[in-house]
């Protein structure tokens, strides 16, 4: 027989959903259509208040507990099978003070509401490059975009944070409340407690940016990146680059007889005038001699949702990150030897060159798994509607990154892009110093480590 939790769904101002009720199976099901487990019970939580009854109501069932932020975890940290799932979907204002140059938004807003909250008043953060995406778990983790270069990552912009603790007591974190839990919040994950509002610094943004695009042919991918590389070795302030190995969307910038084309976009956002993208353009398209090219200017939130169609709900995704120092030709060949193997045209390789902002935090300021002095996130992904297809890939994706292994910077990686998680890369992933003082602030707000759905840090 199905428990019902009455109790809960009478504590709870929110919604409880348990297996048969209409709604529980658009609840349970996330962003990676690969993940497909059945929640005993998911509580759509409204506030601290519903947070701290659905902990207790965990903590008296010995129930496993998982957050859902966005939904857009790799691995499905936030569906536990057979456990409480804790819904943050309902907590998604967003709220901005232009005066102040503050926004204070819910823990389980998506990137979409944020950015378009801010931009009513030409004000931005810096967060991912998929508006779909929840700001909860991209920004626990770092949280890297196309603003990264300018003003660092998210985790750089974070002012404070709400966070209900395991016990359901509800406390501030901030640079002067709660330091160590602060410092904990920005790069440690949802490890420590959840997040019910953010409050981030916002920066003036657009908003009209330009987007320079040029392509090349999969068969010169290494010329390509390879270029990539010498022109973005330095690049001027306000612009951002990217390399995308990718096949041609059938976006109405790509000329016709060249949609679903395999090859190397290097693509280049101006934050700056025309005329600043302009030149920054000049010497790339000429060292390169793209096959096309689309140089447009466009709304910053138009920016922000230009990838969302290659990431769509529901489809299959397995993600691998590394980082590099240097893209050196050995790393070239690996790659130009591996693209086409690739199965479906929505997987691809995809390596934002950092340095700016992001370099000029320090290591230790913020519990970032990752050095700042890395200058390369590459991130691997394997993507398909079909199963066959994507398992294909899942092994591309797998044996692309043991091939790059040698080159990359130490056996860690992003968090925010593992498909998944083991204990020895998560220490190398932060080092063991900030593995330590994570783990002693973890055994400080989460003795019972409830919170382990997650890159989890064991409790000292
Ligand atoms: C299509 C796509 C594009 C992406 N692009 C980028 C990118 O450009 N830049 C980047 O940095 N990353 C990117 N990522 C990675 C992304 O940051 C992670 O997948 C992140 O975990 C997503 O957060 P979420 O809240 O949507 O996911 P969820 O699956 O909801 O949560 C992921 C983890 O965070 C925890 N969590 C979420 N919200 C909270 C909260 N409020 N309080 C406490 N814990 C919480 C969850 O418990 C879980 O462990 C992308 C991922 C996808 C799928």
Not at 139 to 150: D, N, R, V
Not at 228 to 250: D, K, L, N
Not at 376 to 394: C, F
Request: charged share 20%.
């Amino acid at each position: 027989m199905i428990d019902t939790f009455d109790a809960l769904r009478a504590a709870l101002a929110g919604t409880v959903l348990v297996p048969g009720d209409p709604d529980y199976d658009g609840a349970r099901l996330i962003w990676n259509g690969a993940i497909d487990r059945y929640p005993a019970v998911v509580a759509r939580c409204t506030s601290p208040a519903d947070l701290a009854e659905a902990l207790a109501c965990a903590r008296e069932r010995g129930l496993d507990v998982a957050v859902r932020g966005g939904g857009h975890g790799y691995w499905g940290a936030a569906v536990p099978e057979n456990g409480l799932m804790i819904d943050l979907s309902p907590l998604d204002s967003v709220v901005v003070d232009p005066g102040a140059r503050r926004a204070r938004v819910g823990g389980g807003a998506t990137l979409a509401r944020l950015d378009a909250a801010c931009q009513e008043h030409g004000l931005a953060v810096p967060a991912g490059t998929v508006s779909h995406t929840g700001v909860g778990g991209l920004t626990l983790g770092g949280g890297f975009g196309w603003l990264t270069p300018l003003h660092g990552l998210s985790i750089d912009n974070l002012e404070s944070a709400e966070v209900v603790l395991a016990d359901g007591s509800c406390v501030r974190a901030s640079a002067d409340e709660h330091p160590d839990l602060f410092w904990a919040l920005r790069g440690g994950g949802g490890n420590f407690g959840v997040v019910t509002e953010f409050e981030f610094r916002l920066h003036p943004v657009g908003p009209i940016v330009h987007l320079g695009l040029m392509f090349v042919e999969q068969d010169r991918a290494a010329h390509a990146i390879r270029t990539a590389r010498e022109a973005f070795r330095s690049v001027p302030p306000g612009i951002s680059p990217g390399i995308a190995c990718i096949s041609a969307p059938p976006a109405p910038f790509v000329p016709e007889q060249h949609h679903s084309a395999p090859g190397v976009a290097l693509m280049i956002v101006g934050f700056g005038t025309a005329q600043e993208h302009a030149a920054a353009l000049a010497p790339v398209r000429d060292a390169l001699g793209p096959l096309f090219e689309a140089v447009l200017p466009l709304p910053y939130v138009a920016l922000q949702q230009m990838l969302d169609e290659g990431s769509f709900w529901g489809v299959r995704s397995y993600t691998k990150g590394l980082y590099l120092d240097e893209l050196p030709d050995a790393a070239v060949d690996v790659l130009a030897e591996r693209l086409p193997g690739r199965a479906s045209p929505l997987s691809q390789v995809l390596i934002f060159p950092f340095g700016g902002a992001f370099a000029r935090v320090a290591d230790e300021d913020t519990a970032f798994g990752g050095s700042r002095s890395m200058r390369y996130l590459v991130a691997i992904e394997g993507t398909s509607p079909d199963p066959g297809t994507y398992d294909h890939d899942r092994r591309w994706v797998r044996d692309t990154w043991d091939a790059l292994r040698p080159v990359a910077t130490g056996p860690g990686g992003y968090v925010n892009l593992m498909a998944e998680v083991d204990d020895r890369t998560l220490r190398a992933t932060y080092g063991s110093g900030k593995y330590e003082r994570l783990a002693r602030i973890k055994a400080q707000y989460d003795p019972a480590n409830v919170f382990r759905a997650n890159a989890n840090i064991k409790p000292a």
